[in-house]
T-cell receptor, first 116, second 120 residues
């Protein structure tokens, strides 16, 4: 049962344009969402997060949007740079406490390629 | 920033041997660390949650007697793959929950660089 899904395995974007990475989830208990960037044979690097009480969080070139009713979040990168080329994972967690606190459930990842 | 290291980065072993992987938080204390496993072209799957001074909590389907986890200090957690077999070959990644003051108020986990295990 894949509770967090990234349905696009790959995305190709021209340098300077916007990259939009999408993520859907099924578990309504998730109340905190994160995006990570990962290079091959390395651990994920945290990019940005959003709590379920918000619908938008912005940090520099990265903006995450959350649509709770649709159980959908997206990561926007503007402007895209060749150095952004990597695998992007969305992750979800339950921050409300209990035994699930802090556990991350990851999507399958989307390979982003930004062409010069 | 918060740094998490893993050692070794790569290990090749014979079937039936045990392999220990170390995960260290270098500049912060982590009461909770997590161990993940990633198969090629797949997502990271949480194996267990490691709490300092107590027993680890394993995810469903993960054999606790095969994947021994010890979190003896606030900066070190170890994962031992006992009697490794070729199907245990994978990329193992640990993470540590970062203190909120290190993450600009965004709660997150910092990940180690991973350990590639190949069992022959």
């Amino acid at each position: 049962d894949q509770q967090v899904k990234q349905n696009s395995p790959s995305l190709s974007v021209q340098e300077g344009r916007i990259s939009i990475l999408n993520c859907d989830y099924t578990n309504s208990m998730f109340d905190y969402f994160l995006w990570y960037k990962k290079y091959p044979a390395e651990g994920p690097t945290f990019l940005i997060s959003i709590s379920s009480i918000k619908d938008k969080n912005e940090d520099g070139r990265f903006t995450v949007f959350l649509n709770k009713s649709a159980k959908h979040l997206s990561l926007h990168i503007v402007p895209s740079q060749p150095g952004d080329s990597a695998v992007y994972f969305c992750a979800a967690s339950v921050r409300a406490g209990g035994t699930s606190y802090g556990k991350l459930t990851f999507g399958q990842g989307t390979i982003l390629t930004v062409h010069p | 920033g918060a740094v998490v290291s893993q050692h070794p980065s790569r290990v090749i072993c014979k079937s039936g041997t045990s392999v220990k992987i170390e995960c260290r938080s270098l500049d912060f204390q982590a009461t909770t660390m997590f161990w993940y496993r990633q198969f090629p072209k797949q997502s990271l799957m949480l194996m267990a949650t490691s709490n300092e001074g107590s027993k680890a909590t394993y995810e469903q389907g993960v054999e606790k007697d095969k994947f021994l986890i010890n979190h003896a200090s606030l900066t070190l957690s170890t994962l031992t793959v006992t009697s490794a077999h070729p199907e245990d070959s994978s990329f193992y990644i640990c993470s540590a929950r970062a203190p909120i003051h290190l993450t600009r108020l965004q709660e997150t986990q910092y990940f180690g660089p991973g350990t590639r295990l190949l069992v022959l």
